[in-house]
C-alpha cells in the first residue's frame, strides 16, 4: 500500500462536472495525485478545429475551480479528451492505479437520437476500458451508473413494495417503446453499464459499478448543477417543473465516498446502490418548511394535485454489507446544497 500522503495516481473523467469535481477535491484531500479529463464545447471544438486555435482556446476555458483546489498545483493534471473520441483518454489513464469513469451524455431533451448518444456512450466507456488494459498499471475502474440503468421496467406489486437491488436492471426496449422522461439517458446508462461489465469479465479487469440517484449537496462547480436543481425544486421557487414526485436520493459526500471506498476495497464485485433515501414531494416540502420558514415552500395540499413519475426505492444493503457506513441525513443534504446556493447566488 502507497504511504498515507501519496495513495497513488487515479484517473477521473469528466472532472469539471458536479460530481466529478467533487471527487476529484476529495481524492486530492485523500492523498491521491489526479488525472481528470475536461471537453470542449461541441461548437467550441469545431470553431477551434477550423481556426486552429485550439491552444489559445483551451486558456480561455475556465477551471479555476478545479485547478485552485487544495494540493491541486502538485497533485492535479487536466487533460482534454471526449468520449466521441475514446482515444482521446488514453494519455490521461497512463500511469494510474485505478479509474473513476464519471463522464457520461445527457441528453434529457433527447436532441440527439438515442442510438447516438448510447454509441457515444459506449464507444466512449469501451474505448476507456481498453486504455486501462493497455497501461498494464489500472487495477481497477469504478463507473458511475444511474439508478435509472436499475428501476425504468413495467414493474411488478412486489417490486413495488420492496425496491429494487442490483439484480434488476432496466428495460431497455420498454423504455424504447413508452419514452417516460430521461428515457434515452436511462437506456445509454443501462447498455454501457452492461457493455462495462461484461468487458470486465472478458479481459480479467476489474470493473465495478456505482448505482447513483439523485445527487444533492454542496458544489464546487461554477453552474448550478441540474440533479441539485432538481433536489431544491421548491426551494427555488418552480413548483411547475415538478416531473418527479418520488425521489431516490443522496448527498453528494456520500456517492463520493462510496466511490472511493470501491476503489479501495479488497474484493468488489458488480454493481452497488448507493442510494439511501426514498422521499416524495409532500414529505420534502415537509422537511423543508421546518428547516427553512422565511422561505415560501407550497403547502402539501397544494402538491398532492401534482401527477409525476414515482421513482421507487433503491436498496442500499450490499454496499452497507461490504463495510459502507453513509453519513448524511436528508437534512444535512438539504442544508449543505442550500447554504452553497445562496453562497454562490443562486438563492
Same mark, same amino acid.
Given at each position: 500500500m502507497a504511504h498515507a500522503n501519496n495513495k497513488g495516481k487515479v484517473c477521473v473523467t469528466g472532472g469539471t462536472g458536479f460530481l466529478g469535481s467533487w471527487l476529484v477535491k476529495t481524492l486530492l484531500e485523500d492523498g491521491y495525485t489526479v488525472n481528470t479529463t475536461v471537453r470542449f464545447d461541441p461548437i467550441k471544438r469545431k470553431f477551434?478545429?477550423?481556426? @486552429?486555435? *485550439?491552444a489559445d482556446a483551451e486558456k480561455k476555458?475556465?477551471?479555476?475551480? !478545479?485547478?485552485?483546489?487544495?494540493?491541486?498545483?502538485? /497533485?492535479?493534471?487536466?487533460?482534454?479528451?471526449?468520449?466521441?473520441?475514446?482515444?482521446? +483518454? &488514453? =494519455?490521461?489513464?497512463?500511469?494510474?492505479?485505478?479509474v473513476f469513469h464519471v463522464a457520461s451524455p445527457i441528453d434529457f431533451a433527447v436532441k440527439e437520437?438515442? =442510438?447516438t448518444v448510447t454509441k457515444r456512450s459506449i464507444d466512449g466507456a469501451l474505448g476507456i476500458l481498453k486504455a486501462c488494459k493497455n497501461s498494464k498499471t489500472v487495477k481497477r475502474v469504478v463507473y458511475t451508473s444511474s439508478g435509472s440503468a436499475v428501476c425504468c421496467k413495467e414493474e411488478s406489486e412486489e417490486e413495488e413494495e420492496d425496491g429494487f437491488d442490483e439484480s434488476s436492471w432496466s428495460d431497455?426496449?420498454?423504455? @424504447?417503446? +413508452?419514452?417516460?422522461?430521461? *428515457?434515452?439517458?436511462?437506456?445509454?446508462?443501462?447498455?454501457?453499464?452492461?457493455?462495462?461489465?461484461? +468487458?470486465?469479465? &472478458?479481459?480479467? !479487469?476489474?470493473?465495478v459499478s456505482l448505482i447513483a440517484p439523485l445527487i444533492v449537496g454542496p458544489f464546487i462547480s461554477p453552474k448550478l448543477p441540474d440533479s441539485v436543481e432538481k433536489g431544491l425544486v421548491l426551494v !427555488?421557487? /418552480?413548483?411547475? /417543473?415538478?416531473?418527479?414526485?418520488?425521489?431516490?436520493?443522496?448527498?453528494?459526500?456520500d456517492v463520493? @465516498?462510496?466511490?472511493?471506498?470501491?476503489?479501495?476495497?479488497? &474484493?468488489?464485485?458488480?454493481?452497488y446502490i448507493c442510494s439511501p433515501f426514498s422521499i416524495d414531494i409532500q414529505e420534502m416540502a415537509k422537511i423543508l418548511s421546518a428547516m427553512y420558514p422565511e422561505f415560501e415552500i407550497p403547502?402539501?395540499?397544494?402538491?398532492?394535485?401534482?401527477?409525476?413519475?414515482? !421513482?421507487? @426505492?433503491?436498496?442500499?444493503?450490499?454496499?452497507?454489507?461490504?463495510?459502507? =457506513? +453513509?453519513?448524511?441525513?436528508?437534512?444535512?443534504?438539504?442544508?449543505?446544497?442550500?447554504?452553497?446556493?445562496?453562497?454562490?447566488g443562486f438563492l
Open positions: 477551434i478545429y477550423l481556426t @486552429r486555435l *485550439w476555458r475556465d477551471i479555476s475551480f !478545479l485547478t485552485k483546489l487544495s494540493k491541486a498545483s502538485e /497533485k492535479l493534471k487536466v487533460f482534454n479528451a471526449d468520449l466521441s473520441k475514446p482515444e482521446s +483518454f &488514453n =494519455e490521461a489513464i497512463e500511469g494510474c492505479m485505478g437520437a438515442e =442510438e431497455v426496449e420498454f423504455l @424504447r417503446k +413508452f419514452k417516460p422522461f430521461c *428515457w434515452s439517458y436511462a437506456v445509454s446508462k443501462t447498455l454501457t453499464e452492461k457493455a462495462m461489465l461484461q +468487458f470486465g469479465e &472478458n479481459n480479467a !479487469l476489474e470493473v !427555488l421557487g /418552480k413548483k411547475d /417543473k415538478i416531473g418527479i414526485t418520488r425521489f431516490h436520493m443522496a448527498h453528494v459526500d463520493v @465516498r462510496a466511490h472511493i471506498f470501491l476503489l479501495e476495497h479488497p &474484493n468488489p464485485k458488480g454493481r403547502a402539501t395540499h397544494e402538491l398532492k394535485e401534482i401527477k409525476g413519475f414515482k !421513482l421507487p @426505492r433503491l436498496i442500499s444493503n450490499k454496499l452497507m454489507d461490504a463495510g459502507f =457506513e +453513509f453519513k448524511n441525513s436528508i437534512e444535512d443534504m438539504f442544508k449543505d446544497a442550500i447554504e452553497c446556493c445562496v453562497d454562490k
